[in-house]
């Protein structure tokens, strides 16, 4: 067994000590016609609680599954109507954000470096922990159709379908950690600048920093990863453009599509929401009005 795979086997193993212990809990004032939303709470690594939203369309099921991983970021919110009107929904939120910040309130910025010198210690190897356990949920959840399932979010999407089987379909947007000590190099954005920040206050600990990165570079879980993936690409010659994602869509064990964002927020939505639904067997939800002539 490789560092790499026994890195994140012994994860597996830690994880699976801790029960799920799920709370599931109505919100009325979230309620609507078409979907019934639902707190959830579950225990992951620590052992943590974490928390959750989950919405299931109003209706006779099963339905087909969406799961949101969580943003960079403090917040995560509730799920857009138009995905609770067609999906069950789950929207973690991990360790240290908004609802789950209790005992750990998440630095911003500075969660992208906490622990970052030791794999051990580090603390997205906890989040990633809490993203397999969201998975689990949502897969196990008897109003979801298990052969319609897909998920949506950065790179963390790849490192839980290397973990967890059951997805049909993965739309993957900005990267995190893909090729990050390269990325540094190329751009001064947050939160990539916050590996530059933390270099630049303890430069001794480069090579520490990149051997923790290198376990959660997707490349490295890629080919074990046979679902249909989109990958969303930037500008040519940018960190995100297709040259950029070339080794990872090489290495992605499946089928893989790319599409060429637009930076025209509707256009970009509405050819996204319409290749998932497309794979999940739902109807395209479009925000752009179009005026019949």
Request: glycine share 8%.
């Amino acid at each position: 067994m490789t560092d790499h795979s026994a890195y994140w086997s012994t994860l597996d193993h830690e994880l699976a000590r801790f029960p799920a212990a799920p709370e599931v809990n109505l919100t009325p004032l979230r309620r609507t016609e078409y979907a019934t939303v639902y707190e959830v709470k579950l225990t992951s690594i620590g052992p943590y609680r974490l928390f959750g939203f989950l919405s299931v369309p109003t209706g006779d099921g099963p339905f087909p599954g969406l799961y949101l991983t969580p943003r960079y970021g403090s917040v995560n919110n509730v799920p857009h109507p138009d995905d609770r009107r067609r999906y069950v929904v789950f929207q973690l939120m991990h360790r240290g954000q908004r609802l789950a910040d209790q005992p750990f309130a998440a630095p911003y910025p500075g969660l992208l470096t906490l622990g970052i010198d030791d794999p051990a210690q580090y603390i997205y190897r906890s989040i990633v922990a809490d993203c397999l356990r969201g998975a689990e949920f949502l897969l196990s959840r008897p109003e979801v159709d298990a052969a319609r399932v897909g998920i949506r979010g950065d790179d963390l999407v790849l490192l839980v379908m290397a973990r967890r089987a059951g997805f049909a379909a993965a739309d993957i947007g900005a990267m995190l950690f893909y090729r990050l000590m390269e990325a540094r190099a190329r751009t001064d954005a947050y939160p990539t600048e916050e590996i530059n920040d933390y270099l630049r206050a303890y430069p001794e600990h480069e090579a520490a920093v990149g051997a923790t990165l290198a376990h959660f570079d997707p490349q490295a879980h890629a080919p074990g990863i046979v679902a249909r993936v989109l990958l969303q690409t930037g500008d040519p010659g940018d960190p995100g453009g297709p040259e950029w994602l070339a080794p990872l869509r090489d290495a992605l064990g499946g089928e893989v599509e790319e599409y060429r964002l637009t930076h025209e927020g509707g256009t970009d939505h509405d050819w996204l929401d319409a290749w998932l639904a497309g794979q999940l067997g739902a109807t395209p939800h479009p925000r752009i009005w179009r005026i019949e002539r």
